[in-house]
């Protein structure tokens, strides 16, 4: 006998269900179920999951949700029979999550007017007297309403029974067997009931009246449901599933309409913006290539008719310009000539060549894509701008879904086992997540201390299920939902943990698999610091804007040769500052290249030494036709984009543009791998009936084959390339402001504060201490005897407020305060403000020294009552402190300030002795390669690309320079408690020197924290 479950819940009902959605779809399949209803409570976060593995399958997909509400006892399942009432479902969950905190819902009976005669609904009863009168309010709202029965073979099943016989029989309204699925399979129950523990933030024996008494809420064989259920209710849930029809690939998205003005269409807008672009772009005249691009362009968007989507991304654009917020866009349709004239984009098409098919062709059924990168401080500006142009109902940011990871997954499955969190601490202490060639779950085995009879015995096996399930939802960086009507008849809406931030309840990857359009506002560091960096580059005569910013300057590009990229947008990582000595980068095109080369796909696929070599030498190789050059000429043979990639395929093997695309697909994705195995046989078959030979086609598809691993588009590299340039630009040419710019735009970018100060000072830039009488809040440039030196801002020190820091400058008088008594009277700071100021050294001109400063606080802020008005103690009768030493001070700015304009520490401890025999930074550069060395410096940086085969990269820090160190897996392994845990490292092993780039390969791991106990410095791991 055929049968439907009508009440499924999956782990999208966060910490209740146990099974994915795809899990229990293709249970259900296999169990050859009819249909199956995914019904997670208040949600549709995980139907689409559920819908797109279904898409393969015989099973029909119900989409439906569970309600509790507020004045109605029991559970109501609502499933949309249609379009209609799939918006009127998703409408209903919409209102009751906008007026709860995030995670909650609130509904009552009154509510469910928004799905009258909408929704198929059924209900389980609260099986006591009010069930009549609750019946009858039910079914004048739902007059095709069922009762809901099931058989959980728990303690009063039978009694359940005869209730529903009873009510169904007084109401007129039939039962339907149903399952209150919360696992495909019986064996997940106990991770059932630690995920109930879990939600209940109790242990499993504290939560045991909460948990399932058996395991009977699993998707039951069609056999076994006979035997329970009554005939009559199992052909019911057919019944009610053959009234559904509604497939979630029938949502459709439409366009904001309020862009386009009186008399136009949305074609002929977009021509005419685009017309007066054209003429801003090129005002000597449109090149005749660029112009039969643009025209392509747009025949090909009316044909598909995307006007309204570049329209939409345009008017954002637009007005963060007004506002003067720096935007940047990229993207595959980003970087099209007709997002070169409106604005959207600063990369000129006359420099780079991009494949339009790579984001837009007749074949591929869904929008182009477009990312828009604005100043990470402002990018809240334009939010809010969208959400008041279009309104909470039509806007929403998209979600991200929030998973277990192996350390979250320890935690809270130890806490429900009721293990003391101490003990998982220390358990988890010093594990290295990221080498899969020794596992996590191997390495806390050995530690010995998991007891194999108590119930830590099942913490390992319970947490390895519970890793990749979802624990809630949270906003995407900036992919916004913008609908024509209402967001929510497209998909629920419910508040962020932000306010002033609602997010509807798929991700990016839901919204891809439904072709729904997404516009990205993202935020980039590196445009607020290039802004900040040209205001003040702007007050000195230089460049006030990007367009000031001269092109291909020699200087610029002998700066990066020699790896001195050190806040560089995009470059300034070690494998980036590594390769930049080797590729030595001489115009924009080789930026280009600069950025996408260091990446797994092209690494992976033995793209980057062929592309070196060839680059040196290229006369050494041929191409294998006129073909093939004209799409690889520009990167020496070697693919190194997705494009490249694509236009190979096309010319090579006959691919048509919507074949491609589907290749681009496999090729690359942002978060899994690739598989292109199944274009293997058409590529290679395509390739060899075009006349080249078996083993260029192999060798160019395991060149392809990489990019599964993350193959970085050319589109992405050209847009990043311009603010490599114009950041490199500004470092070369005005270091001291390209620094102020860097330090008030924090947090940001790779490196701390401390580390680019060091590196600034050891560049030549003079930079002067935090001071009570000349810092802003905000550092600044000050004259100085050459060159402007960067005075460092009240921002920096810790503990101090940005009001109180913004007062002092405004209460400052012209000449400055007088003393401290004066500081305070004219401010009126807190002692806790004041005491953060002395620690800074901030009010040195005031009291010489820290302890000076601490000591005089301590004197009464009001004057003695015989003493005149604004009378203080003589200076020279004051008790006077000892300054503190060099080391003291030190401590004290890292403390305060997280860097210090002292001496370095290690030089500090250098002059101790401690660090004998151990070579500096700028040592390494006179010496040896192949010799034996010693080095010592602080963790500034550990790095495990996936593409390196466990190679860990360590960076470490004197008061020279960056110190290169990597470290093999078996070395890594044995030394892992240093490797991982030290701020101070000291490395023997050996100098290598290949092509400019130095690093030592280290044998010996010594953790030497204790020399700076004291010393807070952090280090950017595993990012």
């Known amino acids: 006998m055929d049968y439907a479950e009508l009440h499924c819940i999956s782990n999208f009902s966060f910490l209740r269900g146990a099974s994915h959605p795809e899990e229990l779809v293709e249970e259900a399949d296999r169990l050859g179920y009819h249909a199956l209803a995914l019904t997670d409570e208040c949600s549709l976060a995980g139907v689409v999951r559920a819908h797109a593995r279904a898409r393969s399958l015989a099973l029909t997909l119900l989409v439906g949700s569970e309600f509790r509400l507020q004045d109605l006892p029991g559970t109501l399942i609502l499933i949309a029979p249609d379009r209609q009432g799939y918006a009127a479902l998703s409408q209903l969950i919409t209102r009751g999550r906008r007026r709860s905190d995030k995670g909650h819902y609130q509904l009552w009976f009154d509510d469910l007017g928004l799905c009258r005669d909408q929704c198929l609904a059924l209900w389980r009863p609260g099986f006591n007297r009010a069930d009549n009168e609750h019946g009858r309010r039910l079914m004048a709202l739902f007059p095709a309403l069922r009762l809901m029965a099931e058989r959980p073979l728990a303690q009063g099943d039978h009694q359940r029974r005869h209730w529903l016989e009873q009510l169904s029989a007084r109401l007129g309204c039939p039962v339907v067997a149903t399952g209150n699925v919360l696992m495909h399979r019986r064996r997940r129950k106990p991770l059932q009931d630690l995920v109930t523990a879990i939600r209940l933030g109790r242990s499993l024996p504290e939560a045991a009246d909460h948990l399932q008494s058996n395991a009977e809420a699993y998707l039951r064989p069609r056999e076994r449901l006979e035997r329970l259920f009554p005939e009559a209710w199992i052909k019911e849930s057919l019944n009610l599933a053959r009234q559904c029809d509604f497939s979630m690939d029938e949502l459709r998205y439409e366009y904001p309409g309020e862009l386009v003005p009186e008399g136009h269409t949305p074609t002929s807008w977009l021509r005419e913006l685009v017309e007066k672009g054209r003429h801003w772009r090129f005002p000597e005249g449109v090149p005749e290539t660029i112009d039969r691009q643009l025209d392509h362009e747009l025949e090909l968007i009316e044909t598909l008719a995307y006007e309204p989507f570049f329209l939409t991304i345009h008017d954002v654009v637009r007005f963060a310009r007004e506002q003067g917020i720096l935007c940047q866009g990229r993207g595959s349709a980003a970087n099209s000539v007709v997002c070169y004239c409106l604005g959207i984009t600063e990369v000129d098409p006359r420099r780079i060549n991009l494949l339009l098919e790579r984001f837009i062709s007749k074949e591929r059924d869904e929008p182009p894509d477009i990312d828009v990168d604005f100043e990470h401080e402002r990018r809240e500006e334009v939010i809010q701008y969208i959400y008041g142009k279009y309104g909470r109902e039509r806007a929403a940011l998209a979600a991200t879904v929030i998973c277990y990871r192996p350390r979250s997954a320890l935690r809270d499955a130890g806490k429900a086992l009721g293990l003391d969190p101490m003990h998982i601490e220390q358990l988890i202490q010093g594990i290295d997540w990221r080498d899969s060639g020794d596992d996590w779950e191997q390495q806390l085995r050995r530690k010995e201390l998991l007891d194999e009879q108590g119930p830590a015995r099942h913490l390992l096996p319970l947490a390895r299920e519970l890793i990749g399930f979802p624990r809630h939802l949270s906003q995407h960086v900036g992919g916004f939902v913008i609908a024509s009507e209402r967001v929510a008849d497209l998909v629920p809406v419910e508040n962020a943990a932000m306010a002033g931030r609602t997010v509807i309840q798929w991700d990016k990857d839901d919204l891809e698999a439904l072709g729904l359009l997404k516009v990205d506002v993202l935020s980039l560091g590196m445009l607020t610091?290039?802004?900040?960096?040209?205001?003040?580059?702007?007050?000195?005569?230089?460049?006030?804007?990007?367009?000031?910013?001269?092109?291909?300057?020699?200087?610029?590009?002998?700066?990066?040769?020699?790896?001195?990229?050190?806040?560089?947008?995009?470059?300034?990582?070690?494998?980036?500052?590594?390769?930049?000595?080797?590729?030595?980068?001489?115009?924009y095109y080789d930026l280009v290249v600069q950025v996408a080369i260091v990446r797994p796909g092209p690494i992976q696929g033995n793209m980057v030494h062929p592309y070196l070599k060839r680059r040196k030498a290229p006369e050494s190789f041929e191409y294998a036709d006129e073909r093939i050059e004209e799409v690889l000429k520009a990167t020496f043979g070697v693919p190194i984009f997705q494009e490249q990639a694509i236009r190979v395929a096309m010319v090579a093997a006959n691919f048509s543009a919507g074949e491609a695309d589907q290749l681009r697909r496999a090729m690359a994705a942002w978060k899994h791998h690739g598989d292109l195995s199944r274009f293997r046989d058409k590529l290679i078959d395509g390739m060899k009936s075009n006349g080249y030979s078996t083993e260029f086609a192999e060798n160019l598809y395991q060149q392809m084959k990489g990019f599964g691993g993350y193959g970085f588009p050319e589109s992405h590299a050209a847009s990043f390339a311009l603010l490599v340039y114009v950041s490199a630009w500004l470092k070369c040419h005005h270091p001291a402001a390209f620094l102020c710019g860097l330090l008030n735009s924090q947090p940001m970018g790779f490196y701390s504060p401390y580390q680019l100060v060091q590196n600034a000072r050891r560049e030549g830039v003079e930079v002067r201490p935090v001071d009570i009488n000349r810092s802003l809040?905000?550092?600044?440039?000050?004259?100085?005897?050459?060159?402007?030196?960067?005075?460092?801002?009240?921002?920096?020190?810790?503990?101090?407020?940005?009001?109180?820091?913004?007062?002092?400058?405004?209460?400052?008088?012209?000449?400055?305060?007088?003393?401290?008594?004066?500081?305070?009277?004219?401010?009126?700071?807190?002692?806790?403000?004041?005491?953060?100021?002395?620690?800074?050294?901030?009010?040195?001109?005031?009291?010489?020294?820290?302890?000076?400063?601490?000591?005089?606080?301590?004197?009464?802020?009001?004057?003695?009552?015989?003493?005149?008005?604004?009378?203080?103690?003589?200076?020279?009768?004051?008790?006077?402190?000892?300054?503190?030493?060099?080391?003291?001070?030190?401590?004290?700015?890292?403390?305060?300030?997280g860097l210090t304009l002292e001496r370095h520490p290690l030089a500090q401890l250098r002059d101790r002795g401690q660090l004998r025999h151990c070579l500096r930074a700028v040592d390494l550069e006179s010496a040896e390669s192949s010799r034996p060395v010693a080095v010592s410096g602080l963790v500034t940086g550990r790095q495990r690309p996936g593409s390196a085969a466990g190679v860990t990269f360590v960076t470490l820090e004197d008061e020279t320079g960056n110190i290169n160190v990597i470290v093999w897996r078996d070395t890594a392994r044995c030394q892992r408690r240093p490797l991982l845990n030290a701020r101070l490292l000291q490395v023997r092993g050996t100098l290598e020197r290949h092509e400019g780039v130095i690093h030592v390969l280290a044998g010996r791991l010594d953790d030497l924290s204790h020399l700076i106990d004291r010393l807070s410095v952090r280090s950017r791991d595993f990012q």
């Open 529 to 587: 610091a290039i802004r900040k960096t040209l205001a003040l580059v702007g007050e000195r005569s230089g460049p006030a804007s990007l367009a000031d910013v001269p092109p291909e300057c020699p200087e610029v590009y002998r700066m990066l040769q020699k790896g001195h990229s050190m806040g560089v947008f995009q470059v300034e990582s070690r494998a980036q500052m590594s390769m930049l000595p080797r590729l030595k980068p001489d115009n």
């Open 777 to 897: 809040e905000s550092h600044q440039l000050e004259d100085g005897s050459k060159a402007p030196a960067v005075r460092l801002g009240l921002r920096l020190i810790d503990n101090l407020t940005r009001e109180a820091a913004l007062r002092v400058v405004e209460c400052r008088p012209k000449g400055g305060y007088a003393s401290l008594q004066d500081l305070r009277r004219r401010t009126g700071l807190g002692s806790t403000d004041l005491e953060a100021l002395a620690a800074s050294g901030a009010l040195q001109p005031l009291s010489d020294n820290r302890h000076q400063a601490r000591w005089d606080l301590l004197e009464p802020d009001h004057p003695l009552p015989l003493a005149g008005e604004g009378a203080q103690p003589p200076r020279d009768s004051r008790s006077r402190m000892p300054a503190p030493d060099e080391t003291q001070r030190t401590l004290e700015d890292y403390t305060s300030l």
